[in-house]
């Protein structure tokens, strides 16, 4: 069965930094892309940045030039570098993934629980 944990989330001051961890476990055969999505209270889950196995990142405006995305392949790792934080930032973030189940046999969509983050003013 295929797991995410997310780690590394909590409550920083505007204008810092927090670094979150996604690790990926389990009967993985392959990883097609890897994804930090983030709600905050009252709003939709939103795509924070994405890192296909193709190549390339994309974020969304709000945090671009803030948000590092970045992967590390031999451990099924995705983190997010967080950087400049503003309150508005505040929200749980959650890892996604789209992978390919070795002992299922087919691709699916997987979700870790999320890890809040909290950004004061």
């Known amino acids: 069965q295929v797991q995410l944990v997310e780690s590394g989330g909590g409550l920083v001051q505007a204008g810092g930094s927090l670094r979150l961890s996604c690790a990926a476990s389990?009967?993985?055969?392959?990883?097609?892309?890897m994804c930090w999505y983030r709600q905050a209270p009252g709003k939709q889950r939103e795509l924070v940045a994405r890192m296909p196995s193709s190549g390339g990142t994309n974020y969304a405006d709000s945090v671009q030039g803030r948000f590092t995305i970045s992967r590390d392949n031999a451990k099924n790792t995705v983190y997010l570098e967080m950087n400049s934080l503003k309150p508005e930032d505040t929200a749980v973030y959650y890892c996604?993934?789209?992978?390919?189940?070795?002992?299922?046999?087919?691709?699916?969509?997987?979700w870790g629980q999320g890890t809040q983050v909290t950004v004061s003013s």
């Open positions: 389990g009967s993985i055969f392959s990883i097609n892309v």
């Open positions: 996604y993934s789209n992978l390919r189940d070795r002992r299922l046999g087919r691709i699916g969509d997987y």
